[in-house]
């Protein structure tokens, strides 16, 4: 066992502030942690949870989340001596603490005697006490109650030495983003009022000439209750903007107080960038923050690493590339899934080690200790119920070593790659909203589709919120961009004209900002950019497909299609619809762009997609549109598509991750590097000279050869860091 190094990286501001500025960031090491929730448990119990948290390598625990009703067993009493032992307990053995708020689930009195903060669902009905999470965003009541603890919670701990951040809430919105309440009625009118400033303006931006909608005065306006048909498009999307930005300025409300009361300490609270979870637009919410936060969990399925590679790389895009903070995911199985799988053996590690290729310098779980009672007492946590002597509690111990050895990444930043993904979250929600032309069709579904295409083609692509700066990316990928401003259109024209090479896909370019359509021919915004003209959608009934031929291979379109006219004639037909209704017509075109002559001449593109081909269908298009932008695999042949390759750097030298992917052992040659994790075989590619972590495997692993991935493993080979090409 070795002790385990404190966690001391986080002063404010934190991660997001360039190096050798004041308060930068400057790590110690990974971090390794959990949530912990001592109060479930006996006072003994504590003392063997830092015994086996110090034996795990532990250094940092998120505590009382959930404590609220302990800390604050009545309106006028308070009980800080338990949180008191608790906090000293773990400094005492070197364990820091991300310590919370508490403010995420109310306490029964609270609720019991302002039932008026209880949120309200579209139907009017209550969401009662008895699970989590039952308070309204925009409710004054409750954020009078939960601020003055969270000043309380401040004025005490704010100079424990154990303390290293705030933990806001917990997983606001998880539960709660959208209440139609009264609280929130009122608030949205606020809200609406901010944005628009007049009633004209509003009833403009909404359409409202359309059904006898137009609003006289601000008190008509409402959330989008249940009604008789489909509500007003614009209202819907706008309360979703509303929604996220409600919780936004909650979460701004406990970070000013925190803030003021600890000004040296650094806020976090934790996303949810996984899965369905879209409600929270965290591209707009990073800024509010000292360092981004992550919970995922995966989501058991054919895509299942592919989204948990995606969810975490776009965590790094929305912290824009710094390091952050994996706050939770599971050691093994959850409890809310229809069916709770078990982690396979060596998935524990693969799965944590996938976030930190991607910009994790916090490996956390849900939870320290496995509950014995309570709704999450089938969720496996870093101690089951099996004890310490378990299996998963010895991948526990073994990872923790893994993370020490990993310790010179902490810091590196994720090193860009010459694609990205652009994700939008107007996009998402305006494209998914009731009375379009199909409702089969899925925003995120439909990206992680393209990024699995990436995977197969062993190509590395960033994934980043639309507001990002393309203009280091070669290629950029828009799928589904259905929401486009002007702004947005001219940023994407000016990325072309610089040499850029942008695809987007079906849906894309249709609406501006309000949803209005943008009118003359689809793709709207991006018609003139994309040199093709659409008159009408003709998407598919379920069971229906039509077939395209695309560089000698016959693809499956399903969901949708389109009649493309091409306009431009620098657009050239990469794909044929052969069958169906479009069947003789472009399927797949790009335009070329040309600007500039002579030395300052460019040559960007526009690609477009004009059907769903999923993420085997993807495959041979964007190898096609890479190749034609010049953008190749890092990885040996061999390998692409069983391993996964990610990189992260700090100027000096490059880390580069490489996840198997598979079942089996895998075989990565010629990988030139200091191995920090994984193993090197000799040149022959028989004898094992290293392992993990041992200093004979440090120095002997500087050669170059191949390199043995266990099945679900993972390397981390440290190079010296090759630059990033400017375009
Ligand atoms: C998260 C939550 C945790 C725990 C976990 C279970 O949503 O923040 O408290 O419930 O899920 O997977």
Redesign the pocket.
Request: proline residues 0%.
């Given at each position: 066992m070795s002790s385990p190094t404190p966690f001391r990286w986080l002063r404010r501001p934190g991660p997001h502030t360039p190096p050798g500025e004041p308060g930068a960031y400057t790590p110690s090491g990974l971090s390794y942690g959990a949530?912990y929730n001592p109060d479930q448990w006996p006072r003994e119990v504590w003392d063997e949870d830092v015994r086996l948290m110090r034996e795990a390598g532990v250094t940092v625990v998120s505590l009382a989340?959930f404590s609220w009703a302990r800390i604050q067993p009545t309106e006028d009493t308070w009980d800080f001596a338990w949180l008191d032992d608790a906090m000293d307990l773990l400094h005492a053995h070197g364990i820091t603490v991300d310590l919370a708020t508490a403010t995420a689930s109310p306490p029964p009195w609270l609720t019991t005697k302002h039932p008026e903060v209880l949120p309200q669902t579209r139907t009017g009905e209550t969401l009662w006490p008895g699970a989590r999470q039952q308070w309204r965003p925009t409710s004054p009541v409750f954020r009078e109650h939960a601020l003055r603890l969270v000043e309380r919670m401040a004025e005490r701990y704010g100079d424990h030495p154990a303390l290293v951040a705030w933990h806001v809430s917990?997983?606001l919105g998880?539960h709660n983003v959208y209440d139609f309440s009264d609280d929130a009625a009122a608030a949205f009118r606020a809200w609406l009022r901010d944005r628009y400033t007049t009633l004209d303006a509003l009833n403009a931006a909404w359409g409202t000439a359309f059904w006898s909608q137009r609003y006289s005065a601000w008190e008509q306006v409402l959330p989008p209750r249940l009604a008789a048909s489909h509500p007003n498009p614009t209202q819907q999307l706008d309360f979703k903007r509303f929604s996220s930005d409600a919780l936004r300025q909650y979460l701004r409300a406990e970070a000013e107080i925190l803030r003021r009361v600890t000004p040296d300490v650094p806020v976090t609270t934790?996303f949810m960038v996984m899965g369905e979870t879209k409600g929270m637009d965290y591209a707009a919410w990073a800024d509010e923050l000292d360092f981004v936060s992550n919970?995922h969990?995966v989501l058991p399925g054919p895509q299942a690493l592919d989204e948990l590679s995606f969810s975490a790389n776009l965590t790094g895009g929305i912290a824009r590339h710094r390091p952050w903070f994996l706050m939770?995911h599971?050691t093994s199985a959850?409890?809310?899934q229809p069916v709770n799988v078990a982690k396979k053996p060596g998935e524990l590690a693969r799965d944590s080690l996938t976030h930190v290729a991607h910009g994790a310098d916090a490996v956390c779980y849900?939870q320290w200790r496995q509950s014995a009672a309570g709704a999450?007492k089938y969720?496996s946590g870093m101690v089951p119920h099996a004890g310490e002597r378990s299996r998963l509690f010895r991948d526990v111990v073994a990872l923790g070593a893994t993370l020490r050895d990993l310790a010179p990444v902490a810091g590196s930043t994720q090193k860009p790659a010459r694609a990205a993904i652009v994700f939008d979250w107007d996009s998402w929600w305006t494209s998914e909203l009731d009375s379009h032309p199909t409702d089969r069709l899925r925003y995120r579904q439909e990206a992680l589709d393209w990024y699995s295409a990436f995977l197969a083609l062993g190509v590395r692509a960033d994934v980043v919120p639309s507001a990002t700066d393309l203009a280091t990316y070669d290629v950029v990928v828009a799928p589904v961009l259905h929401v486009v401003p002007a702004g947005l259109r001219d940023r994407l024209t000016a990325f072309v004209e610089a040499g850029g090479h942008l695809v987007t896909t079906y849906f894309s370019g249709v609406v501006d900002q309000d949803d209005h359509a943008w009118l003359g021919g689809y793709p709207g915004a991006l018609r003139d950019l994309l040199g093709i003209r659409v008159e009408e959608f003709a998407p598919l009934l379920d069971g229906e497909s039509a077939t395209v031929e695309l560089a000698g291979e016959q693809l499956e379109g399903t969901v949708w299609t389109e009649p493309v006219d091409v306009v431009d004639p620098d657009v050239e037909v990469l794909g044929w619809y052969k069958t169906g209704e479009q069947a003789g017509r472009a399927a797949v075109t790009r335009r070329t762009v040309r600007t500039g002559d002579g030395a300052g001449s460019r040559e960007g593109s526009a690609a477009y997609v004009s059907t769903r081909f999923g993420r085997q269908g993807l495959v041979p298009v964007l190898a096609r549109l890479l190749d034609d932008a010049g953008v190749r695999s890092e990885l040996p042949a061999a390998v692409r598509g069983d391993v996964e390759l990610a990189v992260r750097t700090d100027g000096t030298d490059d880390f580069w991750f490489l996840v198997n992917r598979t079942a089996r052992p895998v075989e990565v040659p010629d990988v030139a590097g200091d191995v920090l994790a994984g193993r090197r075989l000799t040149a022959s590619g028989t004898r094992a000279v290293t392992t993990d972590g041992t200093a004979e495997g440090t120095a002997e692993g500087t050669a170059g050869g191949a390199l043995l991935l266990e099945p679900r493993g993972v390397a981390v080979v440290r190079r010296p860091a090759e630059p990033t090409p400017p375009r």
């Open positions: 949530d989340i917990n997983e998880c934790n919970d969990y939770e599971s959850v409890n809310w849900f999450e969720h």
